[in-house]
């Protein structure tokens, strides 16, 4: 079994739009990653029943802060979203450094990815298939993040709205 511990970067060709970079579901479905040697910074948003409230003006202005930090990678990306609760959402943005005024984390672990493609409102019948497949493999869901890899915008331009479910798997967990 391969760990993948390098997150996919993207080419120039990639870069359609002056905002998000194409998606390759290939380098993420079916895979192990591991994060452990990347930075990243901690944000938040609010939500109203697990639909964001304020997720645009969070991201606009984490990126901002991060770009004036000049802490981007300028060959990939990766914000990995969790649901603390029905009204709160922890966002973890791939950093080379500190950022003033956030804390600095680590996302420790090998994760379980699985792309699916659609629009967000399938996204619990999604969790439900990704729990059931883990449960199939004698796992069970605990830890898990979500990838949007495209703003909506972007999302209409290229035809494709994936978003990528991480889960938390030990050390002994097989493809």
Not at 73 to 101: E, M, N, T, W
Not at 138 to 143: I, K, M, P, T, Y
Request: net charge negative; proline share 5%; with cysteine.
């Amino acid at each position: 079994m391969i760990i993948m511990t390098e997150i996919p970067s993207f080419s120039n060709e990639d870069k359609v739009t002056d905002c998000c970079p194409i998606f390759h579901p290939e380098k993420w479905d079916k895979m192990i990653y591991d994060f452990s040697a990347y930075s990243f910074i901690k944000a938040q948003s609010k939500s109203f029943m697990y639909v964001p409230v304020n997720l645009d003006k969070v991201m606009t202005k984490v990126q901002k802060d991060i770009d004036e930090a000049k802490t981007a990678y300028s060959d990939r990306y990766l914000i990995l979203s969790q649901d603390i609760s029905a009204f709160k959402c922890d966002h973890y943005f791939l950093v080379k450094g500190p950022v003033p005024q956030y804390p600095s984390q680590k996302v420790e672990g090998r994760y379980y990815c699985r792309v699916q493609d659609g629009d967000f409102k399938n996204i619990s019948t999604w969790m439900k298939d990704f729990d059931e497949e883990l449960r199939q493999k004698g796992r069970s869901l605990n830890e898990v993040f979500l990838f949007y890899t495209t703003c909506p915008k972007c999302a209409k331009v290229y035809g494709h709205n994936y978003v990528v479910l991480l889960a938390k798997v030990d050390n002994d967990f097989e493809l």
